[in-house]
């Protein structure tokens, strides 16, 4: 046997065997293909893709594409949005359920067999019915706001500043292409056909008609009263003690928490748009405190938020039947009566357009 090894391995050598050099062994050649796999080789001459940069922390300010996140109250009967700013709110302007009661309190806890987590003197029946609980706070949760316009900011921003902020074409020469029937300064009357819940009889000062789309203020739907005071706190604006308060409407769903005067064009200030003859805009806080010195406007209605609809939207709404059109005037708008309005104006409206 050693024999045998002996010969093969002088067979695969340089030298003879038995001449005293040590032999050059050649081992049988072995296929290099495992070696030259991927794995194996020792630098790699393909370029990487890079990895993605880390996340940014949750606390992070949120980027172009992140869903942006809100806070809002809603109706607990019915989901409606309800404008925060307004404590005196008394009911939901979408279904008319109390806002004032144990559903729409902070500390109604449903999971505790439908109580309050709040030392109360005696328990409330009726957890709908509207109560004088001196504990009561609006319930606000954070929500994702996932609509189409919230990822960018600014767009809204400049969409609003070229449907309302812009002058009128006559003033800064530029004129724009029209609508094909101008709704501008008239009144949308909601009829029965119209399915939005959130519009229901409502009647619709049209402050822009364009045809980037159109704006208006809801004018019968009231929400309550505010002191002038708590009104102006937030802008650094004072009125004298025992000024009042001012009723506020509810002038849409979109921007809840902005407020806009509709009032007669005798005062104008900063942010101020006149329509007509007859009616203006201002957005400007200061116009209540002119109110207030009675140096404000003649007649005016305070809206929070507005009605908006976006290119041709307004016209296709029209051809389905779902709004009446009627002239305005400043007794029908800024009537202190909201319950006439619509009856009014649904008297007055032109169908045929």
């Known amino acids: 046997m050693p024999g045998m090894l002996q010969n093969e391995l002088c067979a695969a050598s340089d030298a003879e065997p038995g001449d005293g050099t040590p032999p050059t062994i050649h081992l049988p050649a072995m296929s290099d293909r ?17 990895s993605p940069p880390p996340r940014p922390p949750a606390d992070a300010p949120r980027g172009g594409g992140m869903l942006a996140r809100h806070t809002v109250s809603r109706c607990a009967a019915c989901g409606a949005v309800l404008p925060i700013a307004t404590a005196s709110l008394e009911q939901c302007p979408n279904c008319r359920a109390a806002i004032h009661a144990c559903r729409q309190c902070t500390h109604f806890e449903p999971s505790r067999r439908f ?8 328990k409330v029946a009726d957890k709908n019915a509207r109560n004088d609980c001196a504990a009561f706070a609006l319930r606000v949760t954070v929500e994702r706001d996932a609509s189409p316009d919230s990822t960018r900011p600014g767009d809204i921003r400049r969409g609003f500043d070229n449907l309302f902020k812009n002058v009128t074409a006559a003033a800064d ?20 056909t119209l399915r939005d819940p959130r519009f229901a009889r409502t009647v619709i000062y049209i402050v822009r008609h364009r045809a980037e ?14 002191p002038y005071e708590r009104a102006l706190q937030p802008f650094g604006l004072t009125v004298p003690p025992g000024a009042g308060g001012i009723r506020v409407h509810y002038g849409g769903p979109v921007e809840e928490r902005r407020g806009f005067v509709l009032h007669t064009p005798d005062w104008t200030g ?16 200061r116009i209540l405190q002119a109110i207030v010195g ?13 009605t908006g609809w976006g290119p041709g939207q307004l016209d296709a709404e029209m ?13 029908l708008v800024f ?7 619509w009856i009014e104006a649904t008297t007055r409206r032109l169908l045929d357009l």
Do not use: M
């Open 34 to 50: 495992k070696y030259r796999q991927q794995g194996y080789r020792s630098s790699n001459p393909e370029p990487r893709t890079p």
């Open 319 to 331: 051809t389905t039947g779902a709004w009446g059109v009627a002239p305005a005037d400043e007794r």
């Open 173 to 192: 020469g530029h004129a724009q292409a029209p609508t094909r029937r101008s709704l501008t300064g008239r009144l949308l009357v909601a009829t029965d």
């Open 115 to 122: 109580e309050c987590t709040e030392p109360i003197p005696e």
């Open 335 to 341: 009537d202190e009566d909201p319950t006439q309005k």
């Open 294 to 306: 009675g140096t404000g406007p003649r007649r005016a209605i305070f809206c929070l938020g507005y």
């Open 213 to 226: 789309g159109a704006f208006g203020l809801v004018v019968n739907i009231p929400l309550g009263e505010i």
């Open 270 to 285: 900063e942010g101020t748009s006149v329509i007509d003859d007859h009616f203006a805009i201002t957005d400007d806080p």
